[in-house]
């Protein structure tokens, strides 16, 4: 699939892959990374995939001047300041420093506990209704949180939450294998059978991801997923056999971004060539022509001339049958971000709600001392 893109460039595809796991750990990137650099004498590094692990990769990669790219969860605002990082593109979707939009409240919760959950809602009521939170995928943590806040008395018509995080798909939990597990089925043995009042909750709820590298259409996703597990069992992988568990049947989390981040490569790369035929290895020189747009893997990309992509998040919420549907889409640029709806009134959106949307303020005041 790459290669038939690299045709379609017009650039030499002779080229071979050198694989290193950093695992995330910061002294596996700086030793890797240099083995890559100076061992294999490779023209790019493409990764690491977390914010740790490619802060060091990318300080190393600058000293060299080697073109390096980042994706997956390397989210780190930092890395877009190229001052610091002219060698550096981050395909990732990186977060902005500004905070202006959302006033956040930082509370650990460390065994979620209901009394915890009812005490911290308690102490948010007094000054907020629409509540961003942030908790881990994949361990019933969100669910635990939304039935607490439904039992302490903090889901009614005034209270709006956003599940906010990067390593999501919104209400779906990724599986192996490409299943999924909907986000208010219960993870315990026994079940405490409060599944359907759980997909109630969550339906007051809304979500902001960003699909993990997916894009915004799953149709288009699973067809570039099949292709991929299709093309691992050719040349130069020749995954054949361990390809064939259904572990291994669906591509990995971010791998849209990972073939982005290498069609974006390829293209700076043949820009640059075009202005000196010796840049092969010239980082500084490749990022000065990485800015473009295109409809990738993981959705519209769009590379700033600091060598980051701008951001993209997918506004997810629920219908009544509990189906998963997109209600917009978030750009960001810069300090700025444009929001853009799905769908032609938000009084489905509000379905659990009466239609309604909800306040920002109590009619009476965060502590019921106003009179309307």
Known sequence: MFVKDL??????????????FDECDEKLAIGLSTELIRNENVDVIIGPSCAAAAHVAAVNAVFYNLPIFTWGLSTSYSLSDISRYPTVGVLSDAFSETNDVIITITVEIRKMKFEDIARVLGDVSLRARVVVVCLPEGYGFKRTFILAAKDAGFLNEEYLYIFADTKSKGFYIPLLGGKERLIWKDVETPSDG????????????????DHMGTGGSEDGYDAFSKEVISRMKDSPFNCVDDCNKTEYSYAAAYAGELFDSL???????????????T??????????????????MSGVVKVGKNGVRFPNFYVDGLDKNGK???????????????????????TGIWWARGGLRPRDEPLCGFSGDKVP
């Open 7 to 20: 045709l379609d460039l017009e650039i030499s595809v002779g080229y071979s892959f050198t694989l290193r």
């Open 194 to 209: 409060r599944d359907a009042e759980a997909m109630m909750a969550f339906g007051r709820t809304l979500v902001i991801s």
């Open 263 to 277: 069609y974006v490569y390829a293209r700076a790369l043949n820009a640059t060539l075009k202005q000196n035929a």
């Open 279 to 296: 840049a092969l290895r010239n980082g500084t020189t490749i990022i000065e022509n990485v800015e473009m747009t295109f409809d990738g």
């Open 324 to 346: 998963q549907i997109l209600l917009g889409t978030v750009s960001v640029e810069g300090d700025r971000g444009l929001y853009e709806p799905m769908y032609a009134s938000e």
